[in-house]
């Protein structure tokens, strides 16, 4: 009957000893804090332009290009700019190139914020030889322009449109 006393009470002990070490360790004169550490998630906004650029018209022989610019990023941005190049040919000549270059500064966007940005079209800078230069206009949008927020991807910033040159 030994044996299986001396066998109960090793199990016991064992079992005591096990509870023991999953107890947190108390004392009145030791207070231990666990250093926490910031995860940094590299949240950044996502600037990029929310559907297509749209063609309207404001008065007779002004032409206006409207493009709708969205945080979609879980922070806001900082301040940035969205720019226009204006690209045609003004003869069949690779040399007749011409480009004109318009920007707007925009606000700081909050994340899922948008802002609506109007460009005039300057159709009385915009001329061809025709019918040999370009018979359109093509229009390329960049928003963050220069860059200065960093995003998720800048991939996503641009969109064109081709218009028709009237003079």
Known sequence: MRPIFLLITLFYCAIQ????????????????QP???AV??????????????????????SRVVLLTVRNTGPIAT?????????????????????????TQNISALAAGQQVQV??????????????????????????DATGVVAEMSESNNTASLSLPILN
Request: charged residues 20%; hydrophobic residues 35%; glycine residues 4%.
């Open 78 to 102: 900082g301040n940035f700019s969205v720019e226009v190049i204006y690209n045609w040919r003004v003869d069949h000549e690779s040399f007749s190139a011409q480009s004109l270059k318009r």
């Open 35 to 37: 250093k926490v550490r």
């Open 118 to 143: 109007e460009f005039v079209v300057p159709d009385n800078l915009i001329h061809r030889n025709a019918p040999y230069g370009s018979a359109n206009v093509t229009l390329s949008f960049k928003v």
């Open 40 to 61: 940094d998630l590299s949240l950044k906004p996502e600037l990029n332009f929310n559907g297509e650029p749209q063609q309207i018209y404001r008065a007779p022989q």
């Open 17 to 32: 000893s096990l509870q023991a070490q999953s107890q947190p360790i108390q004392s009145p004169r030791l207070a231990v």
